[in-house]
């Protein structure tokens, strides 16, 4: 049947996508989890701690999406040159990429330095006890202020990390990650509560925890890529210079500009969006933070994805396959909806145990529960825009990626759950289910991209 041809592949496709996806499920997997511990771990010292923790990771999120973006940009053409054979194209990726992480570390210690406290209070918009917005803020504080530190390794363990998986090696980030997870997590429980003669910090020990296993991964993966020359021949000569050829500067610029601002407005967008929730409390940012943390365990399968179609479907385009990167794309799409159609449900089942973890009040834990089945019950929608995007993506379509995705968020997204948030009483869960089923639009948007190929493009082709 044409349908079955259309969106099925064999068992030889399949077993092709799932030896790349399945070391980044692995990795973002094992990540997620450790932060659903972590987040444990920092929620016994109560919804203070927890919330400040919370907040303070808003910010820090903002940095690594943007972090995320600035690779982005020139990561398109490091996959496209992979498929090319190019190996000095990948070299002038890799350097573009180092000058944007220093761009980026300046600007995100200068922000959070001079301005972190006032973004905390934007937050913290809570009626009645000032003591516990107070504990919140000196909470939140005190975890940023260390976790700047880790700014620096983060930033340049993404240049390494991401140049690796776009050349197909996606085995020894998982191992980087791995390891970084082990030590972040045995240092949460030595330092957090103060275990084995360890001193008691609490927020403090869970940000050194963290900053910890950013060197150790970033050790790893340098280490490891220079001692790899023979299996990674674009190391050699790499720092020689840090000139990007003119012509090649032009293209990334062109692709990678609109990359960038996408993903700087769209992680300022989602910060907003969750200021826009903390209207309705401390209550509300506790039990998001729960919701979020344990549906970024689940998320994690559809999220891989993403990075799969950018290196498989980037590398088909790259040699000139066109019409093949068409039919790859579609068949990943399909079975990306199918799996999140098969993990919601388990998510929503599973829902009302997760929040049973935390010390928090029961008004917080029946809220995340409900969080937890709406994003349970859009994970499908999410599943397939996410996949959208990195298809529009794969080809350099990064205008169309633009306003696909964080006009998309300010234009639509926003202004609702603005309204909704600061000039209603609408309750937090019909709020937010009206904020998520705006992604309904999106979709079908983004079906329509799809299906008509204007992400179809040979980008290194004449470079």
Not at 134 to 163: D, F, R
């Amino acid at each position: 049947m044409k349908w079955k041809e259309k969106f099925l592949g064999d068992k030889a496709f399949y077993r092709m996508i799932l030896m790349v996806a399945i070391p980044i499920i692995v990795q973002n997997g094992i990540t997620n989890f450790v932060n659903l511990l972590d987040n444990i771990m920092v929620g016994q010292l109560g919804t203070e701690s927890m919330s400040g923790v919370s907040i303070a990771n808003q910010l820090i999120n903002v940095y690594n999406i943007c972090i995320f973006g600035g690779m982005s940009g020139a990561g398109i053409f490091t996959a496209q040159y992979f498929g090319k054979g190019d190996q000095e194209g990948i070299r002038s990726t890799f350097r573009f990429k180092c000058l944007t992480a220093l761009i980026m570390i300046a600007a995100g210690l200068l922000i959070l330095g001079f301005g972190g406290s006032k973004l905390v209070h934007l937050f913290l918009n809570e009626e009645g006890s000032a003591a516990s917005i107070e504990i919140t803020w000196s909470e939140s504080m005190k975890y940023l202020h260390i976790m700047m530190i880790g700014l620096v390794p983060y930033a340049i363990g993404q240049v390494y990390v991401s140049t690796l998986r776009e050349t197909g090696e996606t085995m020894l980030p998982m191992k980087a990650g791995i390891a970084a997870i082990l030590v972040n997590l045995v240092f949460n429980y030595l330092l957090i509560y103060g275990s084995f003669g360890f001193p008691r910090l609490g927020v403090e020990g869970a940000a050194i925890a963290t900053v910890l296993s950013r060197f150790v991964e970033l050790g790893i993966v340098v280490i490891w890529t220079h001692t790899h020359k023979e299996r990674m021949p674009y190391v050699e000569g790499i720092y020689r210079t840090m000139k990007v050829p003119f012509a090649l500067l032009k293209q990334i610029l062109a692709k990678g500009a609109p990359l960038m601002i996408n993903e700087v407005l769209w992680a300022s967008g989602s910060a907003t969006l969750a200021q826009c929730y903390s209207m309705r409390g401390l209550e509300a940012v506790a039990a998001i933070n729960i919701s979020y943390t344990i549906a970024n365990l689940f998320n994690v399968i559809f999220m891989s994805f993403g990075t799969v179609i950018a290196i498989v479907v980037g590398s088909q385009l790259g040699a000139g396959k066109l019409e093949e990167a068409k039919k790859t794309d579609i068949k990943i799409i399909f079975f990306v909806v199918c799996v999140c159609i098969a993990v919601g449900s388990l998510m929503a089942a599973f829902a009302p145990a997760f929040p049973r973890l935390y010390q928090t009040s029961d008004q917080v834990r029946s809220l995340a529960v409900q969080l937890i089945r709406v994003l349970a019950l859009f994970m499908p929608v999410m599943g397939f825009t996410h996949a959208s995007y990195f298809t529009m993506r794969s080809g350099g379509k990064t205008i169309i990626t633009f306003l696909f995705d964080s006009v998309f968020m300010w234009v639509i997204v926003f202004p609702v759950a603005y309204i909704l948030g600061h000039h209603t009483t609408v309750p937090l869960i019909p709020m937010y289910i009206i904020c998520q089923s705006t992604d309904l639009i999106k979709a079908v948007i983004g079906g329509v991209l799809i299906q008509k190929g204007v992400w179809i493009n040979n980008m290194v082709e004449d470079i």
